[in-house]
């Protein structure tokens, strides 16, 4: 079981940025997609900054208006996941190395 402690990301800004930049992308606004997924374009709005957590039936209806793998939309959450457990990792070595005594022969 994988500990969700250590994962210290915002989910929800991440997947929010992409919606927003291929929204940009593609030359839409905030008000047009709000308007296809029957939402308020201020709710739309909270969805791209991170502020509310996107249903999942809005972003499978949004993956599909875009022409988007959904998988896209989580993309940078891996990527960062990644760079935490690299982070970690150097935490650790580093740690590893101060505390280890300097043998000399």
């Known amino acids: 079981m994988m500990d969700y402690d250590l994962i ?6 991440l997947v929010g940025q992409r919606i927003q930049k291929k929204r940009k992308e593609l030359g839409y ?18 969805y791209e900054r991170g502020l509310n957590k996107i249903d999942l039936s809005y972003l499978v209806t ?6 988007t ?4 939309f989580f993309e940078d959450c891996f990527h960062v996941e990644a760079e935490t457990e690299d982070k970690n990792i150097r935490k650790s070595t580093y740690f590893m190395a ?3 005594p300097d043998f000399i022969f």
């Open 8 to 13: 210290n990301i915002n989910v929800n800004e």
């Open 62 to 67: 949004l993956a599909v208006y875009l022409k």
């Open 69 to 72: 793998p959904i998988y896209w």
């Open 98 to 100: 101060e505390s280890t």
């Open 29 to 46: 606004t905030g008000a047009h997609i709000a308007d296809k997924l029957g939402i308020s374009q201020q709710q739309f709005s909270r």
